[in-house]
């Protein structure tokens, strides 16, 4: 088993850019979250999933749209990049208990 | 919102030494979570904690859940340096894993 899967690892974006991160889980999860971290400031929840079809709000949604129309794949969308979009993003999954989480993606916006 | 908070921040300690760190909320929580990351990597779930008052180890990790739901703590005995790290507590209510802002755990030569 792969776990759960991000892409890319690095990207810089131009300020109103669009682009897609990428997370995929072959554990056949029924969760899936994305995060953002910042210094000091921890991981923050920005949209969570409880199974294909259903998506919710977390605490910093604004900015991201989600989908989750399989199991396995739970995209997270930047509409129009910001710099205060700047941020190491993470994908995590769960059945029960606690998240497995992906290894990340760096983005910078300028 | 949810808020968790986390103390200390960050640790200085000699090797060999127990670790200490805790995290409290006004809010309560069905699990407690505690995970550790390393530079350049996700987190990784360490313990996870489902009942009040459960207590449980892992090697020299000890975790506790608060009998009031609203806290939690991490114990680390004889800390050695791969122990460097960022420990982050986590709370699960709602379907939602709300996390605290890190202890940031640096171990002196």
């Known amino acids: 088993n792969a776990g759960v899967t991000q892409t890319p690892k690095f990207q810089v974006l131009k300020t109103g850019q669009s682009m897609t991160l990428q997370c995929a889980q072959d554990m056949n999860h029924e969760y899936m979250s994305w995060y953002r971290q910042d210094p000091g400031m921890g991981l923050r929840l920005i949209h969570y999933?409880?199974?294909?079809?259903?998506?919710d709000q977390g605490e910093v949604p604004n900015g991201y749209n989600v989908s989750r129309s399989t199991t396995e794949d739970f995209p997270l969308r930047l509409l129009s990049a910001a710099p205060s979009q700047t941020s190491v993003y993470f994908c995590?999954?769960?059945?029960?208990?606690?998240?497995?989480f992906g290894s990340g993606t760096r983005l910078t916006v300028v | 919102g949810q808020q968790l908070n986390q103390s200390p921040q960050s640790m200085f300690i000699q090797e060999g030494e127990d670790v200490s760190m805790n995290c409290t909320s006004s809010s309560i929580f069905n699990t407690w979570l505690w995970y550790k990351q390393d530079p350049g990597e996700g987190p990784v779930l360490l313990i996870a904690l489902y009942k009040a008052g459960e207590l449980t180890s892992n090697g020299r990790l000890t975790a506790q859940f608060g009998i009031t739901r609203k806290d939690s703590f991490l114990n680390i005995s004889a800390s050695i340096p791969s122990d460097v790290g960022i420990y982050f507590c986590?709370?699960?209510?709602?379907?939602?894993?709300?996390f605290g802002k890190g202890t940031r755990l640096h171990i002196l030569p």
């Open positions: 995590a999954s769960k059945r029960g208990g606690g998240y497995t």
């Open positions: 986590a709370g699960n209510r709602d379907d939602k894993i709300i």
């Open positions: 999933s409880v199974g294909a079809g259903i998506t």
